[in-house]
T-cell receptor
Framework: QQQVKQSPQSLIVQKGGISIINCAYE??????FPWYQQFPGKGPALLIA?????SEKKEGRFTISFNKSAKQFSLHIMDSQPGDSATYFC????????????FGEGTQLTVNP | KAGVTQTPRYLIKTRGQQVTLSCSPI?????VSWYQQTPGQGLQFLFE???????NKGNFPGRFSGRQFSNSRSEMNVSTLELGDSALYLC????????????FGSGTRLTVV
């Protein structure tokens, strides 16, 4: 019940296209859903996060869509750029667990110029 | 301001040895968490410390331990190293809360031979 399932495992997009990464969770106690971006040799960096009281959050080219009833959330990267090529992780945590994050398996995004 | 600092960046140890990794959190952050990242298992939570007390623990054997000092710096120790312990060990610091404001360090790459 603690799992977060992420898809696809890898994604190739042309420059200017839209990248979409999906995650699904089972634990209804999860109430904070961040997305992290990781470049080789670096630790994950927080990209954008959402709480279940809203269905969408947008920050620049990055948007999280959240469907509480389906227990799914997704990351959309608009106007994808080669510099967006990285591994993306969704994560979730329940308020009661302090700072313990459960991560998805990761998506390796490649944006071709 | 300075980010999360992890030392050393790279480490090679022999099976059966023990190892200690260090993490200095962002100034003012009192919560420190540790994660193990491997290609096969992804990002897995090890433990979290807050005010020198372990607040949360993941599903790892007792060979994995940690501690936090009064200045919030943290160390993790792995005893009797196994080949499967080879991984990137990531430290993250945050203000107390449900994953908010999590900042990861660049990690320590441990190779067990």
């Amino acid at each position: 019940q603690q799992q977060v399932k992420q898809s696809p495992q890898s994604l190739i997009v042309q420059k200017g296209g839209i990248s979409i990464i999906n995650c699904a969770y089972e634990n209804t106690a999860f109430d904070y859903f961040p997305w992290y971006q990781q470049f080789p040799g670096k630790g994950p960096a927080l990209l954008i996060a959402i709480r279940p009281d809203v269905s969408e959050k947008k920050e620049g080219r990055f948007t999280i869509s959240f469907n509480k009833s389906a227990k799914q959330f997704s990351l959309h990267i608009m106007d994808s750029q080669p510099g967006d090529s990285a591994t993306y992780f969704c994560a979730a945590t329940p308020k009661t667990s302090g700072s313990r994050l459960t991560f998805g398996e990761g998506t390796q995004l490649t944006v071709n110029p | 301001k300075a980010g999360v600092t992890q030392t050393p960046r790279y480490l090679i140890k022999t099976r059966g040895q023990q190892v200690t990794l260090s993490c200095s959190p962002i100034s003012g952050h009192r919560s420190v968490s540790w994660y193990q990242q491997t290609p096969g298992q992804g990002l897995q939570f090890l433990f979290e410390y807050f005010s020198e007390t372990q607040r949360n623990k993941g599903n790892f054997p007792g060979r994995f331990s940690g501690r936090q000092f009064s200045n919030s710096r943290s160390e993790m120790n792995v005893s009797t190293l196994e080949l499967g312990d080879s991984a990137l060990y990531l430290c993250a610091s945050s203000l107390p809360g449900a994953g908010d404001g999590y900042t990861f360090g660049s990690g320590t790459r441990l190779t067990v031979v």
